[in-house]
């Protein structure tokens, strides 16, 4: 068969093509641009090499919020995917119960991130906050505010509150796709309970899952406004992730260079990840 | 061995989905529940399985009252439209699950499922994961599991609807072979007549929820009880006029053609039911009566010609073997066979094979 040629299809391209450069390509190139080189006010820059890049990637600043974001996002992946699991588990197939379930899971994901943020510093306040009050009154000595094991208490507590209805709606979704025919012929097999969620119902959300862990894992890792709102970083810098930092440093000491540096190390960081994880999984999907 | 229904309904909320049914299946037989989608063929297998529960009435098996016992103590296997196979086994340990639950020894095991394995065509796959298979070999694989645990009851929904048209043939005619000299009852769901006279046994015409006719499958083809049985047993549908009896002469109530009839009833009006495969183009049996048509649609689908045609008010479907081009409007003459007429009286009951 005989293709015609025509180079006007590359018109086609353009506007997806401005549309990438205008959100994606310039401001990263800009970023780029700033981490290799020193900048100066009104326009002057000097090239500075890798020097930012080594910099950060011997700063302790650095490796301190960097482990910190790690096991944080560690922490909570750990928490709400089982706890996602097990409420999707148990929430109504069918019937008013259903609706009712969706609508109250969906709540927290529509409420706005600082506003997340402004109400669970209200809500945990150690004098005046519902959780806070509480939590003293029962004899517990908490003040998120002045201890470092209280403030990531109370950070993980609400971001479990926020996001685990992700992890239960997009579960939820994967459970619903299963055939009762496979509840059925399980039944006829005489499979247990337990036996039926491990053979059938998670190999079965194993995609839903990976989306779910992928998502989980990049919001969590980026996570910025409800830790500022909630704890501005502190006790100190005990809750200030990595994106906490990077802004202090970009806009706080005005360290263009290194702040750049430190937000492509960040950049690549979180792409790594998203494509080990995603390959390893979709690499098992082939082969089984 | 039996398996017999005693007065089962089941309703969902005010919906009857099965009416009063009494049925009694006997050993080593495959009984077909033919009936068009939603005619409560699943529904009253999974009665019959023990997967549900019958509203009221009561199912015994081998005289024993097993109403509302659970399907693991019974002794039965399922497959369904759908693929059903456990997602991340291998073919071998899917067919070997139910088994291994059942604690067979596992030199045993590895006999049976080599023996299943064979009949099913799946030696060479035993391990592969389900979605690395064929939709034909999935099938394969669930029937496998159906078979290898000796169940005193095989339950089959629909197994070929979901496969494409070479693999169904392919499937349907092991399908009997596969049923021999097992110690069993099998029932089989299907909506499509053919599928049913392939494989014998006996048919149980359904629709909305009732049984319309149990008996033999041919018997049931050849005499159906009702206007109602002989369409679900008709595809395409059956063709039905009415027509008048006076002394030995029967005609149609909408033009002039007449033939002499042998049967022995009342003068009167009736209903005729005519099998599209009994007018044809050409002349077939003795008792041939000529009929003009204008054709409205003609198709062809393998070997067969299928013509669409009016006559009088009436539109008429035929079936004739071999290939016959026609052009919609054609004026032409087609041959319909007196002798496999088959006669309802006004309640549309049965009278009598003409």
């Keep these: ?288 | 061995m039996s398996l017999e229904l005693k007065n089962v309904e089941k309703k969902i909320g005010l919906d009857t989905h099965i009416y009063s049914t009494n049925l009694k299946l006997e050993k080593n037989t495959i009984n077909i529940l033919l009936g068009s989608t939603l005619a409560g063929k699943t529904t009253l297998m999974q009665i019959m399985a023990g997967l549900d529960k019958p509203t009221s009435g009561e199912i015994w098996f081998n005289n024993e009252n097993v109403t509302g016992m659970k399907v693991q103590k019974r002794n039965v296997s399922m497959v369904y439209q759908q693929f059903i196979n456990y997602p991340n086994f291998t073919v071998y340990d899917n067919i070997a699950s139910p088994l291994k639950i059942t604690g067979v020894s596992s030199d045993e095991t590895k006999q049976r499922v080599g023996k299943v394995a064979e009949l099913l065509k799946l030696s060479g796959m035993l391990n592969k994961k389900p979605n690395e298979l064929s939709g034909g070999q999935q099938q394969r694989t669930a029937l496998a599991r159906a078979l290898v645990k000796d169940s005193d009851l095989i339950l089959l929904d629909e197994p070929l609807a979901n496969l494409d048209f070479k693999l169904r043939e392919e499937l349907r005619e092991e399908l009997p072979k596969l049923f021999e000299n097992r110690d069993c009852i099998v029932v089989y769901a299907t909506t499509e007549p053919s599928e049913a006279l392939l494989l014998g046994g006996n048919t149980a015409t359904l629709q909305e929820g009732k049984i319309i006719q149990y008996g033999k499958t041919l018997d049931t083809y050849n005499k159906p009880n009702s206007l109602v049985s002989a369409q679900v047993f008709s595809d395409p549908p059956m063709n039905i006029a009415k027509i008048k009896k006076l002394g030995d002469q029967c005609s149609f109530l909408q033009n002039d053609i007449q033939w002499k009839t042998k049967l022995n009833i009342k003068d009167g009006e009736y209903k005729v039911g005519i099998r599209p495969h009994n007018i044809t183009t050409y002349k077939e049996g003795n008792n041939t009566l000529e009929i003009k048509g204008k054709v409205l649609i003609s198709e062809i689908s393998g070997s067969e010609s299928l013509i669409h045609f009016t006559n009088g008010n009436l539109n008429w479907v035929s079936l004739s073997n071999g290939i016959f081009q026609k052009n919609v409007g054609d004026e032409m003459n087609l041959y319909m066979n007196t002798d496999e007429f088959v006669y309802f009286d006004q309640n549309e009951r049965l009278v009598s094979n003409g």
């Design chain 1, 1 to 288: 068969m005989n293709k015609t040629v025509n180079q006007k299809a590359w018109f086609f391209v353009i506007p997806v093509f401005v549309l990438v450069a205008f959100n994606a390509i310039i401001p990263l190139m800009t970023v780029v641009n700033y981490a290799f080189q020193e900048t100066f006010g009104n326009n002057v820059f000097m090239w500075e090499g890798t020097r930012w890049f080594k910099q950060i990637m011997l700063s302790e600043r650095f490796h301190a919020s960097l482990g910190r974001q790690f096991l944080f996002t560690f922490i909570i992946l750990f928490i709400q995917i089982p706890l996602g699991i097990a409420i999707a588990l148990t929430m109504p197939k069918e019937g008013i119960g259903v609706p009712v379930c969706l609508v109250l899971m969906s709540m927290p994901l529509l409420i706005p991130w600082n506003v997340v943020g402004a109400m669970w510093n209200i809500f945990a306040l150690p004098d005046i906050g519902f959780l806070g009050h509480s939590l003293n009154a029962l004899g517990f000595d908490y003040n998120f505010t002045q201890q470092i094991g209280d403030a990531w208490f109370t950070t993980i507590l609400m971001d479990v509150w926020h996001w685990t209805s992700l992890v239960v709606l997009l579960s939820y979704a994967g459970l619903r796709s299963i055939q009762p025919a496979y509840y059925q012929a399980a039944e006829i097999d005489g499979a247990s309970r337990w036996a039926i969620f491990t053979k059938i119902e998670l190999p079965k959300m194993k995609k839903v899952l990976t989306i779910a862990i992928l998502l989980r894992f990049m919001d969590s890792f980026m996570i910025y406004t409800e830790p500022f709102v909630l704890t501005g970083g502190g006790p100190g810098n005990a809750t200030a992730f990595l994106s906490i930092d990077l802004v202090k440093m970009a806009l706080g000491q005005f360290d263009l260079g290194p702040a750049a540096a430190m937000s492509l190390i960040y950049f690549f960081i979180v792409l790594l990840v998203c494509w080990v994880f995603y390959t390893l999984m979709m690499r098992n999907e082939e082969k089984s």
